[in-house]
């Protein structure tokens, strides 16, 4: 099946510290790559979603100089959490899909856990 | 925004009994799916209905769609305690050629051997 490869697992770090989380598709070309936020016993929340080679679109609330995405090629998308703060710590998801239509499944990576002292 | 409700939010139930989970949501879809979470992991595709479909299977699972409720269920059969996890359902929009989900906010299932 689709793997995708999300790193690092698990950051620690300063309040202001910039933070860069990768997600990679291992085994297929991902057109579409989704950012998701998700707190203690909730659901998930997207952040944006990802095209290679064009700018991402951001949900509503979320903001783009703050959660810097790029998608350069079909298998990689990174996220950057600009100058972090406390209440940016939370757990970070990412997904992969062939096709940017809804009738395919997305992949997703094994998450972040970004702590911010 | 979240679209879809679950219910119940919590089911504890022993291994071997059944496990049935409800997404109900509001807006037209093209598909519904599927996803279960371990704690502290991504999250994993079960299964994938498209709006014109009324039942699907994949080994112990079972989903049922039903469109004019707008509402689908997870049955697990013969559940095991490897099935603890959190499960979502999520809608593919009708009107959007984006990919984006919108996820429900998920039951949590406990399988007690």
């Known amino acids: 099946g689709a793997v995708v490869s999300q790193h690092p697992s698990w950051v620690i770090c300063k309040s202001g510290t910039s933070v860069k989380i990768e997600c990679r598709s291992l085994?297929?070309?991902?057109?579409?790559m989704f950012w998701y936020r998700q707190f203690p016993k909730q659901s998930l929340m997207l952040m944006a979603t990802?095209?290679?080679?064009?700018?991402?679109?951001?949900e509503q609330g979320v903001e783009k100089d703050k959660f810097l995405i790029n998608h350069a090629s079909l298998t990689l998308s990174t996220l950057t959490v600009t100058s972090a703060h406390p209440e940016d710590s939370s757990f970070y998801i990412c997904?992969?899909?062939?096709?940017?239509?809804?009738?395919?499944?997305?992949?997703f990576g094994d998450g972040t856990r970004l702590s911010i002292l | 925004s979240q679209q879809g409700e679950e219910d119940p939010q919590a089911l504890s139930i022993q291994e071997g009994e059944n496990a049935t989970m409800n997404c109900s949501y509001k807006?037209?879809?093209?598909?519904l799916q599927w996803y279960r979470q371990n704690s502290g992991r991504g999250l994993v595709h079960l299964i994938l209905?498209?709006?014109?479909?009324r039942e699907k299977h994949s080994g112990r699972l079972r989903v049922t769609l039903d469109t004019s409720k707008k509402s689908s269920s997870l049955l697990i059969t013969a559940s095991r305690a490897a099935d603890t996890a959190s499960y979502f359902c999520?809608?593919?929009?009708?009107?959007?050629?984006?990919?984006?989900?919108?996820f429900g906010q998920g039951t949590t299932l406990q399988v007690k051997p």
């Open positions: 209905i498209r709006s014109n479909e």
């Open positions: 997904s992969a899909q062939w096709g940017a239509i809804s009738n395919q499944p997305q992949h």
């Open positions: 085994d297929f070309q991902a057109t579409t």
């Open positions: 990802s095209n290679e080679g064009s700018k991402a679109t951001y």
């Open positions: 999520a809608t593919g929009l009708g009107s959007s050629n984006t990919g984006k989900l919108i």
């Open positions: 807006t037209s879809i093209n598909n």
